[in-house]
Structures are given as structure tokens and as C-alpha cells.
């Protein structure tokens, strides 16, 4: 089945600094790959998107690149605030089987 | 106000013991999902469900069952808890097709002594 990957685990940074979050995955039919946000003690929460007929898309401070050739994500997170601090999970699915293969998280810190 | 509620948020069970977890969401979605959390694994689907009535094995179901008696309640059951099965636990809705969107609920801290 579908492997989705992540690195790094962890990362601290300064406010306002820029954070770069890599993901791979293993199965060549997945074609959708949602992001989620885990803030401490909050629910999980949907914050960006990409399909495979894409190479990337913007929301606000968040970019996600995806690269179809070699099974690759990439979330860029810039300016970052206090709040973004919060585990990030990549995750994928295909079209013939419900549910998402995540990854196993990277937890963000932004300090002051 | 919350579209899926989990119940209840946090339960100390005996092994051996009969655990269900309750699922409630508002969101009119077809499909509702359980997963668990564990250190080191992420995110985990056990079961999930498209239609009332029915519900189908996800990657993990060994040892859970589920339980989705109306399009708005989904419940996992865990009929002999075994420590192994420690873990936090999300419920999850979504609407028809492969790519949509995943609503979580606050999860439940399961901890099985």
C-alpha cells in the first residue's frame, strides 16, 4: 500500500522566518494530497490541497509544490506567527480506495 | 459549533473490557472514518463507513469493529481492549469521492490499563 513520508520530524524556528516541510510518497496512482494542521490540543484542520495534474498552489503565506516524476511535496510555510506552530501531515490517496495514507507528522515550533 | 463530535474525550479501560467510541457529525457527509494516533505511526485508518448500515475495513481493523446505525453516528467498538490499543482516536466525515476533504473531530484519549 501507500507510504507517505516526511522530513524533517521536527524544526524550531524564529518568528518570521521561513519553514519548508518535504514530503514523499511510494504509490504512483495516488492523485490527491491534502495537508493538515494539528495545533496542541485542537482537532486536525484541513489547510491546503494539491491534485497530480498540478505542480503548485498558493494559499496566503502557504505554498505547496508537487513534483509528479519523482513522488515529491513540498509545503512552504513563509512570515511564519506563533500560531503556526502545530504538527503538519502530508498525506495521499487514488482513486480507488477510500481514506488517507498519512504521514507521520512534522512538528513546527516558531518562537518570538 | 463543532460539525463532529467525538464522545467520550478521554476513557481509562481494563484489558479485556468492552470500549465503544461515539461519532456524531452534522456535516450531512456520506462517509465518516476512524483513525488512531500513536507516536511514531501518525494516522492510521481502522474503519470507515459510506452509507448507513454498512461499514468497511480500513488498514488496521483487526481487533475493532464499527458501527454506523444512522448517516450521522459512527462508533467503534473494541469488544476485549488490549494495551496495544492505547492510542488517540479521530473520527473523521467527508463527502462522496476520493478527494475531499477529511472533518476531524477533537479526538478520544483511549488509555487501556
Known amino acids: 500500500g501507500e507510504q507517505v513520508e516526511q522530513l524533517p520530524s521536527s524544526l524550531i524556528v524564529q518568528e518570521g522566518a521561513s519553514v519548508l516541510i518535504n514530503c514523499s510518497y511510494t504509490?504512483?496512482?495516488?492523485?490527491?494530497f491534502p495537508w493538515y494542521k494539528q495545533e496542541p490540543g485542537k482537532r486536525l484542520q484541513f489547510i491546503i490541497d494539491?491534485?497530480?495534474?498540478?505542480e503548485r498552489k498558493q494559499n496566503q503565506r502557504l505554498t505547496l509544490l508537487f513534483d509528479k516524476k519523482t513522488k515529491h511535496l513540498s509545503l512552504h510555510i513563509t512570515a511564519t506567527q506563533p500560531g503556526d506552530s502545530a504538527i503538519y501531515f502530508c498525506?495521499?490517496?487514488?482513486?480507488?480506495?477510500?481514506?488517507?495514507?498519512f504521514g507521520l507528522g512534522t512538528r513546527v515550533s516558531v518562537f518570538p | 459549533e463543532a460539525a463532529v463530535t467525538q464522545s467520550p474525550r478521554s476513557k481509562v479501560a481494563v484489558t479485556g473490557g468492552k470500549v465503544t467510541l461515539s461519532c456524531h457529525q452534522t456535516?450531512?457527509?456520506?462517509?465518516m472514518y476512524w483513525y488512531r494516533q500513536d507516536t511514531g505511526h501518525g494516522l492510521r485508518l481502522i474503519h470507515y463507513?459510506?452509507?448507513?448500515?454498512?461499514?468497511e475495513k480500513g488498514d488496521i481493523p483487526d481487533g475493532y469493529k464499527a458501527s454506523r446505525p444512522s448517516q450521522e453516528n459512527f462508533s467503534l467498538i473494541l469488544e476485549l481492549a488490549s494495551l496495544s490499543q492505547t492510542a488517540v482516536y479521530f473520527c473523521?466525515?467527508?463527502?462522496?469521492?476520493?478527494?475531499?476533504?477529511?472533518?476531524f473531530g477533537a479526538g478520544t484519549r483511549l488509555s487501556v490499563l
Open positions: 456535516n450531512n457527509h456520506d462517509y
Open positions: 504509490d504512483s496512482a495516488s492523485v490527491y
Open positions: 473523521a466525515s467527508s463527502g462522496q469521492g476520493t478527494q475531499n476533504t477529511l472533518y
Open positions: 463507513s459510506y452509507v448507513a448500515d454498512s461499514t
Open positions: 494539491i491534485r497530480s495534474n498540478m
Open positions: 498525506s495521499a490517496s487514488n482513486d480507488y480506495a477510500q481514506g488517507l495514507t
